[in-house]
């Protein structure tokens, strides 16, 4: 689909042609805004994903299905599919290693097939966050080789990374201003002015790729620093016997108090990102203390939990082996079937360890992703009364519903529990961070 509003090529002087590569939380959003205006594919090597795009559903729930049904998106696994396209926007997974080291072979895999269709006056804009440096050191040279064309003569570059926070329903792409930058000035306004066509809150055109890549990593590094130190003061309260949301309600009444909650940090974003300015920062030769630093106090969160509730059913005469204990909520957060990354199954494999028999429950994830991403069986609900502790790990909406009585009700008698997020009200042997 195509409209006057359309945003030209300024190479080709025509509405620009645009092909998603990566179609989850970051890349559907995007194809079906981009689809109001302009001709767009939607490209992913899975191919039940896009089957079931074609019949209108979407497992991220992030874009519903009336919309989905309307967008005008070609959904396809095809490459050939993308050969009359001349703006590509990689918008795939960047994770990390078991090393926590930066793994780009998703990253690799998109730049040879954005090479194997891009020609004379294409455009390929990343949107996958990376360290600075990567898009022209590592993705450009990939597509140069695979075209045979030549980078800022022949094709060019942009970057513009994404800001999607699953789940969220107040902030979704049109309302969060996009940072952008191209490798040339006339790309980098090119850039600007597509996303602007979609993104109502507004553009930023930082002044090269490697400004707005650093941007990015910089945002989720500060924010993962900043729950590490909440982190820490939950380690060091929890051992003084002071609760720590007393603490923080108390602190919160100073205006300039910066709101952070101790928590599981995983996902996609918080719990990898730092890994990516850490990594580039020891290549050029400078160790990273604090993020590092923060980085084990929130990896560590998800041990501590299962030490705590092993510790507290010790102080009852109780072992961990051959215990039932219920994890509530295996998402990374709260009302999303978002599992990537997730630090709840640090709590399951070290209670698993210590033999105890860990239920989960989790009504946003699918059983089968699960299975095949952790390895785990979950039950389709908990039985009353049965388990030894319970573990109230992510904040669903269906937990908070309810309610403090129902959740006790689950245990057995002098049942602990750990309420992770806080969201019950606090009784006497309640454990939480």
Same mark, same amino acid.
């Given at each position: 689909?195509?409209?006057?509003?359309? $945003? *030209?090529? *300024?190479?080709?002087?025509? !509405?620009?042609?645009?092909?998603?590569?990566?179609?989850?939380?970051?890349?559907?959003?995007?194809?079906?805004?981009?689809?109001?205006?302009?001709?767009?594919?939607?490209?992913? =090597?899975? *191919?039940?994903? =896009?089957?079931? +795009?074609?019949?209108?559903?979407?497992?991220?729930?992030?874009?519903?299905?009336?919309?989905?049904?309307?967008?005008?998106?070609?959904?396809?696994?095809?490459?050939?599919? %993308?050969?009359?396209?001349?703006?590509?926007?990689?918008?795939?997974?960047?994770?990390?290693?078991?090393?926590?080291?930066?793994?780009?072979?998703?990253?690799?895999?998109?730049?040879?097939? $954005?090479?194997?269709?891009?020609?004379?006056?294409?455009?390929?804009?990343?949107?996958?966050?990376?360290?600075?440096?990567?898009?022209?050191?590592?993705?450009?040279?990939?597509?140069?080789?695979?075209?045979?064309?030549?980078?800022?003569?022949?094709?060019?570059?942009?970057?513009?990374?994404?800001?999607?926070? !699953?789940?969220?329903?107040?902030?979704? +792409?049109?309302?969060?201003?996009?940072?952008?930058?191209? /490798?040339?000035?006339?790309?980098?306004?090119?850039?600007?002015?597509?996303?602007?066509?979609?993104?109502?809150?507004?553009?930023?055109?930082?002044?090269?790729?490697?400004?707005?890549?650093?941007?990015?990593?910089?945002? &989720?590094?500060?924010?993962?620093? &900043?729950?590490?130190?909440?982190?820490?003061?939950? %380690?060091?309260?929890?051992?003084?016997?002071?609760?720590?949301?007393?603490?923080?309600?108390?602190?919160?009444?100073?205006?300039?108090?910066? #709101?952070?909650?101790?928590?599981?940090?995983?996902?996609?974003?918080?719990?990898?990102?730092?890994?990516?300015?850490?990594? @580039?920062?020891?290549?050029?030769?400078?160790?990273?203390?604090?993020? %590092?630093?923060?980085?084990?106090? &929130?990896?560590?969160?998800?041990?501590? $939990?299962?030490?705590?509730?092993?510790?507290?059913?010790?102080?009852?005469?109780?072992? *961990?082996?051959?215990?039932?204990?219920?994890?509530?909520? %295996?998402?990374?957060?709260?009302?999303?079937?978002?599992?990537?990354?997730?630090?709840? =199954?640090?709590?399951?494999?070290?209670?698993?360890?210590?033999?105890?028999?860990? #239920?989960?429950?989790? !009504?946003?994830?699918?059983?089968?992703?699960?299975? /095949?991403?952790?390895? +785990?069986?979950?039950?389709?609900?908990?039985?009353?009364?049965?388990?030894?502790?319970?573990?109230?790990?992510?904040?669903?909406?269906?937990?908070?519903?309810?309610?403090?009585?129902?959740?006790?009700?689950?245990?057995?008698?002098?049942?602990?529990?750990?309420?992770?997020?806080?969201?019950?009200? @606090?009784?006497?042997?309640?454990?939480?961070?």
């Amino acid at each position: 689909m195509t409209s006057s509003s359309a $945003v *030209p090529n *300024p190479f080709t002087g025509a !509405p620009a042609r645009i092909a998603v590569l990566g179609l989850g939380y970051v890349g559907l959003p995007l194809a079906v805004a981009f689809a109001r205006a302009h001709d767009v594919v939607g490209f992913d =090597i899975d *191919p039940d994903r =896009i089957r079931e +795009l074609k019949e209108g559903r979407d497992r991220t729930l992030e874009v519903e299905p009336e919309t989905l049904a309307g967008a005008g998106v070609g959904f396809t696994t095809d490459p050939g599919a %993308l050969s009359d396209r001349d703006v590509f926007i990689v918008t795939v997974p960047t994770p990390i290693d078991a090393e926590k080291r930066p793994d780009l072979s998703a990253l690799d895999a998109a730049s040879r097939t $954005v090479g194997g269709a891009i020609r004379p006056g294409g455009v390929v804009i990343y949107e996958s966050t990376v360290y600075p440096g990567a898009t022209e050191e590592i993705c450009v040279p990939v597509v140069a080789e695979t075209s045979g064309l030549a980078f800022n003569l022949d094709f060019f570059a942009g970057y513009s990374p994404e800001r999607a926070n !699953p789940g969220d329903k107040a902030h979704r +792409l049109a309302d969060i201003v996009k940072v952008t930058a191209g /490798s040339t000035p006339q790309v980098a306004a090119f850039v600007d002015a597509l996303y602007r066509s979609v993104a109502s809150a507004g553009t930023h055109r930082a002044s090269s790729i490697r400004v707005a890549e650093a941007a990015k990593v910089i945002e &989720n590094t500060q924010r993962d620093l &900043n729950i590490a130190l909440i982190n820490e003061f939950a %380690l060091i309260l929890g051992r003084l016997g002071i609760d720590t949301e007393e603490v923080l309600a108390a602190a919160r009444t100073k205006w300039n108090f910066l #709101d952070f909650r101790p928590g599981l940090v995983g996902g996609h974003c918080i719990g990898v990102d730092p890994y990516y300015l850490t990594h @580039k920062a020891e290549a050029v030769g400078y160790r990273p203390e604090v993020i %590092l630093a923060g980085r084990r106090i &929130n990896d560590g969160m998800g041990a501590h $939990v299962a030490r705590e509730v092993m510790a507290a059913m010790a102080a009852k005469g109780r072992s *961990p082996s051959g215990a039932r204990i219920l994890v509530m909520g %295996l998402a990374f957060k709260e009302n999303t079937p978002d599992h990537r990354n997730t630090r709840v =199954i640090d709590i399951i494999r070290t209670l698993t360890e210590a033999g105890s028999s860990v #239920d989960v429950w989790d !009504p946003w994830i699918a059983a089968a992703d699960a299975k /095949s991403e952790y390895g +785990l069986q979950l039950i389709e609900a908990p039985e009353a009364g049965s388990y030894d502790g319970i573990v109230l790990a992510v904040a669903h909406r269906q937990f908070r519903e309810m309610g403090s009585e129902a959740v006790r009700a689950l245990g057995r008698l002098g049942a602990v529990i750990f309420d992770v997020k806080s969201i019950l009200p @606090k009784a006497d042997g309640d454990l939480r961070l």
